[in-house]
Every structure is written in C-alpha cells, then in structure tokens.
C-alpha cells in the first residue's frame, strides 16, 4: 500500500477494517465449533442409548457411518478409509471416541454444513483448507489450534514426456564391488521420492502407535508390544514392488510431514553424507518415535545387501521404551529378471519394562512356497512366552495372546492389514501414502524452508514426467552434492538434529515447527539454488 502511494491514514483504517473483520469471523467460528464439538462429545452417550435400546446384542459395537453405508465393525479388511474406524472399534477411551468421531466428521464435508471446507473445484484434486482453524480438545494442548486436514491428492500429475528406455546393466557394470549409492545414474531409475520422504513412509501405519499407547494406559503391556511390533513390521509393507531409487538428498535437506489426520509431526534431515544418515523425529499422540536411517550396501552384481545400522527408538508418555534397529535387506535382479527386495534377520524390539519382542524375518530360499513370513515372540521380563505373532511384511500380521504359557484356543486377532493398493497406480508403484508425500499445494509452499525435498528442482522434474530436464537438475545437484564432503570437514553441523555425546545417536534440537509459524529460517540456506561463484565466494563451511 505503501508503494501505491497510499497516507498512513488510509493505511491505518484499512488495516483497522480488516483487523475488526477478522476478529468477528474468529469469534464466530469458534462458537461454531465448541457447538460441534459438544455435540460430537455427546456422541458416545447417546449412542449408549441407541445400544440399550437394541434387543439383539452384538459382540461388536456396530454402528453405521451416515451416507457412506460403510460398516464401523473390525474386519479383516483395514482401507486407507477405515483404518481410523477400526481404531475407533477397539478403544472405549472416552476422548478417543472423540477424537475419532471429530476426524470423520470434519473430513466428510456433507457432516456439518456449517463447517463445510472450501473446494476448490479444479480439475486437480488439491483442495485448499487455508485458515480453517480449530480448537482441539484432544490435541496435545488444550487451547492449540489445529489446521484442518487437508485433502491429499491421490495421484501424480500426468507425465509431460514419454519416458526412454535405457539399460541399467549398461549404466552400472563398471561399478560392480562398489557401493552403488554413490553411482550416478539418470533419473530414470529414480522414483519421485527422497530417502527422507521414504522414511516417512515407515509411519504410514502410525495408529498402531496409537492402539499401543492405550492398551498400555489400560494396563495391558501384551497388547501394546504386540502393537508395537507390527508397526515395525508394517513400515517394510511399501517397499514391495518398488523398482526405483529414491533420489539421494542433500547434506541439510528437510522433509516435515504435517499429518493432523493421522495425528502425527514428523520431520527429517540429511545429517551425514560420508557416511549417508539421515535423522528423523516423529510426534505422535501419547508417543514420540526417533532414529536415523544408515545402511551399509555390498554390491554383488545381481545383488545388493543392505544391512541398516542404528538404532529406532519408541518412547511412550508414560515413560515405557521401546527400542529395535531394522533387518537386512536384500535387492535381488539387478541386472536380469523382475527387481524385487525381501528383508530377512531378526528384529529385537527391546522394552525398558515388562515385555520385549523378538521377531523374525525369515530368509527366502529359492524354493520357498510362502515367502516374506516374519514370526515372532512376546517374552516378559523372566523370560517367559506370552504372546506370538506371525504373518507376512507385505500382507497381514496376526497375533495369539498365551495364558500362563500355555496356547489360549481363542483365534488368532489381526493386529495389521496393508492398505489396498491406490485407484490410480504410478509407474514407481506408490502406495496412496507415498502419493502424498511430495505434494506441493501454494500453502504449503508459503511455508516451507528453502531446503525441504519438495522443493528439489530434479525430483519435480521427474514428478511432472519432465525427463530432460529433471536429468540436467540433477546433474546440476550432483556438482553441488560433491562440495558436501568438504564441508563437512569444514565442520558443517546439521541444523536441526545433533549428535549425542554418549551414544552417538542424532537427537531432534527442537525448534523446527517454532520456526515454521514465524517462517524465521536463519541458518538455512538455498541448497538448490545455483552454486556461488567459486571466484568470489568461498565454499561455505
Ligand atoms: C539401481 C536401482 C534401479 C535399484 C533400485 C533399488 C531400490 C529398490 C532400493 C534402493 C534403496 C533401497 C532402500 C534403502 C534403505 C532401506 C531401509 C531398509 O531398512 C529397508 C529397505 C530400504 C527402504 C531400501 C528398499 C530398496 C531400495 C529403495
């Protein structure tokens, strides 16, 4: 206003009419939604009622979803849509009933008129939820605002170019002994993915966090390390079918995923680059997960071995620990037949209390009829057997709960299921999670630092199908990636995460979302941007 050559005066009132607006249209919100929140916590009563007054008494709680003519009831089947029903399911917890009840309903638009979500009706499926605000009650504060979930898109934009064929024997056979994370190839090998996305798709099945948080406040320590154990199973469900390569990130590339829905805050950051770690830090509610991803490669020709090195951490609010690293994996057809990996080893998921967890992931022998099984043990502190577990990484997972060690005849309960595979498969064979991941909406981009995945010029490029020039991006960042090793020992310190004295383990410094609401970014820098004159500016430390 200033520029168009406008008074102070004019400024004043204007800014004066916009503020009183404001104002009036917050006030009337959050009347509207402290209406519709007591309304929804008043749900669970009155469905008591509605139980009451039913003669026929079902086992389940059933309950009809309106206008969806889905059933809440747990089955076997979990889709992406239901999994929050069947979360609703098994926990009576009063505040999780709301909670669940406040996520359907503020995601069906149809649920309350006066909260409806605004559209924008493109041909796109990005939907725009800006400044829809609203009181939680079962956020993590009692008075913190949450933004409503956004819509995510479900499939990746058409591409621009037709994709080339090229031979990736032709591209790596002179590498065959080295490791082959350092090999540059073109970016068609790549999927539009960075490894630090990647990581965040070992929490696309976070709820299982959640069921454990509750068996664990309800005293059932079983059935919470049962849990526990399936969610370190479930993060190895996407990585079936995934020819590709994520795209390697740079030393101090971000990625934050913001996940009201889910209920989650993860953030990530290249930490290391000789030797590649990548740190990562997860909130949830009632727990906080953390680790950092380092896998040591052996390439054998047809073959790769990665074996991951590291430790994951599980820390719940009340205090109990939980703490695993990941099993080997394998990447098989390198150069002739179907791309394929499998994990095999054993996974020891070891508690600070009661119980711990021994899982195996079986090896796969060339003539295996059922491969990708993983079984596993519930032992409590003395030792003793007191659940099991088995299934496949890439299907289901159940559990049978033993009584004083001896096999209790009730049924096995399904603790997993993977999400039906998404409506509009992508050539890099994306679960619908991993579609989400590097989505780019005005808003969020309004917020991001200068070094998140998303805005990677090369990883877009690929994303758009703009082969060409998603090649010459890259090359462009491999240049830029090369300083990295000098800068390290320049003494380069990751921005978000250091290294913990004792155990050498990368701890989240906190800040990170601070930061974000004042989109104060001091100390980050423009990784993707063009290399600074060598002449005239030094290589930065
Ligand atoms: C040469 C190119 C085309 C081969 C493609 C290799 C793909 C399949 C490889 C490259 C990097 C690999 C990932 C690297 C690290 C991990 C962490 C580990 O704990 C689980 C497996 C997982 C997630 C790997 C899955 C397979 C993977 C994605």
């Not at 006030?27 to 929804?40: A, V």
């Not at 809440?72 to 889709?79: I, K, L, Q, R, V």
């Not at 990677?456 to 060409?468: K, T």
């Amino acid at each position: 206003m200033h520029a168009e050559g406008l008074g102070e005066e004019v400024i004043k009132d204007c800014e004066q009419i916009v503020h009183s607006e404001f104002s009036q249209y917050y006030t009337q919100m959050k009347q509207r939604c402290e209406e519709y929140l007591s309304f929804l916590g008043s749900l669970p009563q009155q469905l008591e009622v509605l139980n009451e007054q039913d003669t026929t008494h079902s086992i389940r709680p059933e309950c009809s979803c309106s206008g969806h003519g889905k059933c809440c009831e747990s089955s076997n089947t979990e889709s992406s849509d239901d999994a929050g029903i069947q979360e609703l399911d098994e926990s009576s917890d009063e505040d999780d009933y709301n909670f669940c009840d406040t996520r359907q309903s503020f995601s069906d638009s149809a649920a309350s008129p006066d909260l409806r979500m605004k559209h924008s009706n493109s041909s796109n499926d990005v939907q725009q939820y800006d400044h829809n605000f609203v009181e939680s009650r079962s956020g993590k504060g009692e008075n913190e605002c949450l933004l409503l979930p956004p819509k995510r898109r479900t499939k990746l934009p058409e591409p621009v170019e037709k994709e080339k064929g090229v031979s990736l024997w032709s591209m790596i056979k002179d590498n065959v002994g080295k490791d082959l994370t350092r090999v540059c190839l073109p970016v068609y090998f790549n999927e539009p993915i960075s490894s630090l996305q990647k990581c965040f798709e070992d929490l696309e099945y976070s709820h299982l966090l959640d069921r454990a948080y509750d068996y664990g406040l309800k005293g059932n320590s079983v059935m919470r390390t049962l849990c526990v154990a399936a969610f370190a199973v479930s993060g190895y469900a996407s990585s079936d079918g995934r020819p590709c390569k994520p795209f390697n990130p740079l030393l101090g590339e971000t990625y934050e995923a913001d996940f009201p829905e889910n209920g989650i805050r993860f953030f990530s950051e290249k930490v290391s680059h000789h030797p590649m770690v990548m740190a990562c830090h997860c909130e949830g509610r009632g727990w906080k997960f953390w680790g950092e991803s380092n896998v040591k490669s052996k390439f054998w020709g047809q073959t790769i071995q990665l074996d991951p090195v590291g430790v994951l951490t599980l820390e719940f609010d009340d205090g109990e620990i939980f703490k695993w690293s990941k099993v080997t994996t394998t990447i098989n057809n390198l150069i002739i037949g179907r791309l394929y990996c499998h994990h095999h080893g054993t996974m020891k998921i070891s508690g600070n209390r009661q119980h711990s967890c021994k899982l195996t992931f079986k090896q796969q022998s060339f003539l295996e009829r059922n491969p990708r099984q993983v079984q596993g043990v519930v032992e409590d502190i003395g030792g003793t057997k007191v659940a099991t577990l088995r299934g496949k990484w890439d299907e289901s997972l159940y559990c049978n709960v033993t009584n004083d060690g001896v096999n209790s005849s009730a049924e096995s309960t399904l603790l997993w299921e993977k999400h039906e595979p998404p409506t509009n498969p992508t050539r890099y064979n994306l679960s619908s999670f991993a579609i989400t991941l590097n989505e780019l909406t005005p808003n969020l981009k309004e917020k991001l630092p200068p070094t998140d995945s998303r805005l990677r010029p090369d990883q877009r490029h690929l994303e758009n199908g703009e082969y060409d020039k998603a090649n010459s991006e890259k090359l462009r960042l491999e240049t830029r990636q090369r300083m990295a090793r000098k800068m390290q020992d320049n003494g380069w310190k990751p921005r978000w995460f250091d290294r913990d004295t004792e155990d050498g383990a990368f701890h989240y410094t906190g800040g990170y979302w601070e930061a974000r609401e004042q989109r104060k970014w001091d100390g980050c820098r423009d990784i993707f941007g063009e290399l600074p004159d060598k002449k005239t500016s030094p290589v930065p430390a």
